[in-house]
């Protein structure tokens, strides 16, 4: 970071005075005579008061916050943050170059030239192994640092920039190199699959590829079964595969813990197993088949009477 320096130029009055031996022209300060001697006249808010040269020397005059003394009325005043400097005093702390015309920076109070806080505080860019000057683009990773332009592609070699990366050991690759390079490939599609996806069967999917064999409806986050490596939803697995109820018709899955009954080549739904006249729940008691109908005891009972 470049610091801004100012010089003090005094608007005061320094000359010599010339009045008749009847008037008095005394320091405002030691009150000694100022005939024949130089003076400086200073603005003491009722009008212009002229002070002998050590007086205003001693009263106005700033120290120099490196030599520690005062910066006299004929030298040539710095500033810096409230600090005042002799312009010999204002020099590089590490190689005592002047720093009144050059470029500066402050680190821990100490003054330093560019040069020396690029050797002693900036980093290096691990590519090039050059400073990186303060005020320059860089990008930090890892504890590493490289300008802007040397964080480049391991496999396309182009700067990488903002861009998103992805670091794969000592080396980074932008995402459509890393895609290209590492990525597993979707089983359906077999383009890259980045992030996400789907596991089935120990190979990757898309979330998108990944869908039913009967009615395509992606099947990612919800119960799916499978018949010959074919994933299917339970919907169509139950309607192309699965045994159908014989009081209602629709398939008996078997899965979320549905129950059925099985008797000879017919199945029920556990709901629907249920005597033929009365209607009767037949589930853990006695029934009587009768052609395509089962009957409870007592419809058993009446039907042979």
Wanted: proline share 4%; with cysteine.
């Amino acid at each position: 970071m470049n610091c801004k320096l100012f010089a003090i130029l005094s608007p005061l009055f320094l000359g010599m005075e010339q009045v008749t031996m009847s008037d008095r022209f005394d320091c405002d300060n030691c009150k000694e005579s100022l005939y024949g001697r130089k003076y400086i006249q200073a603005d003491g808010g009722e009008g212009d008061n002229p002070y002998c040269i050590p007086c205003y020397d001693s009263l106005f005059a700033n120290t120099c916050d490196e030599c520690k003394e005062l910066i006299g009325h004929d030298a040539r005043e710095l500033f810096y943050e409230d600090r005042h400097y002799h312009e010999h005093c204002f020099r590089c702390f590490r190689c005592d170059r002047s720093l009144a015309d050059e470029p500066f920076t402050s680190q821990d109070e100490a003054l330093l030239c560019n040069d020396c806080y690029c050797n002693e505080f900036s980093s290096k860019c691990v590519a090039c192994d050059k400073t990186v000057m303060p005020g320059t683009r860089k990008l930090e990773y890892g504890g590493s640092t490289w300008h802007e332009g040397c964080f480049i592609c391991h496999s396309c070699e182009q700067p990488i920039g903002s861009k998103s990366f992805i670091p794969d050991k000592d080396e980074h690759y932008c995402v459509s190199c890393y895609e290209d390079k590492f990525a597993p490939r979707c089983t359906r599609c077999k383009k890259a699959l980045a992030k996400g996806g789907v596991t089935y069967r120990d190979e990757p999917w898309h979330k998108e590829c990944f869908v039913c064999t009967g009615c395509k409806v992606q099947l990612a986050g919800q119960h799916f079964t499978s018949r010959e490596d074919n994933p299917y939803c339970l919907k169509c697995f139950g309607s192309l595969y699965s045994k159908k109820c014989e009081a209602c018709s629709k398939p008996i899955t078997g899965f979320g813990g549905g129950k059925y009954i099985s008797f000879e080549e017919r199945q029920w739904h556990q709901p629907c197993f249920t005597c033929t006249e009365c209607s009767v729940s037949l589930v853990g008691a006695g029934f009587f088949p009768n052609g395509d109908q089962i009957l409870c005891r007592d419809c058993n009972t009446n039907s042979n009477l």
